[in-house]
Nanobody, 123 residues
Framework: VQLQASGGGLVQAGGSLRLSCAAS????????MGWFRQAPGKEREFVAVITRSGGNTYYADSVKGRFTISRDNAKNTVYLQMNGLKPEDTATYYC?????????????????WGQGTLVTVSS
């Protein structure tokens, strides 16, 4: 699976952005799709995941209630709607895919990774 993330940019605190990740190469609906992020000098951390059919979503506590993950299997695309952005959300955001389920916050269990898109939130 090839993953191409887009939609990052510079936004003021309290603003919104929507990230997109277009997938190609394999059957998109066979994969659970996730977003991770990595801030400078920090480890990569889990943000959100959506299961194959879109029936279940899981979020990191730090983004719960502000971010929404969704997918369109007809367009082979997963989205991350980010509202109420905070300076601490500043990071490079990575789209990722895995065929297995469970322990969704573990980056090592994901099979494919996109190149990342930078989100910068100014105070």
């Amino acid at each position: 699976v090839q993953l191409q993330a887009s939609g990052g940019g510079l936004v003021q605190a309290g603003g919104s952005l929507r990230l997109s990740c277009a997938a190609s190469g394999r059957t998109f609906s066979n994969y659970n799709m996730g977003w991770f992020r990595q801030a400078p000098g920090k480890e990569r951390e889990f943000v959100a995941v959506i299961t194959r059919s879109g029936g279940n979503t899981y979020y990191a506590d730090s983004v719960k209630g502000r971010f929404t993950i969704s997918r369109d299997n007809a367009k082979n695309t997963v989205y991350l709607q980010m509202n109420g952005l905070k300076p601490e959300d500043t990071a490079t955001y990575y789209c990722t895919a895995r065929s297995s389920s469970g322990r969704f916050s573990y980056a090592a269990l994901y099979d494919y990774w996109g190149q990342g898109t930078l989100v910068t939130v100014s105070s």
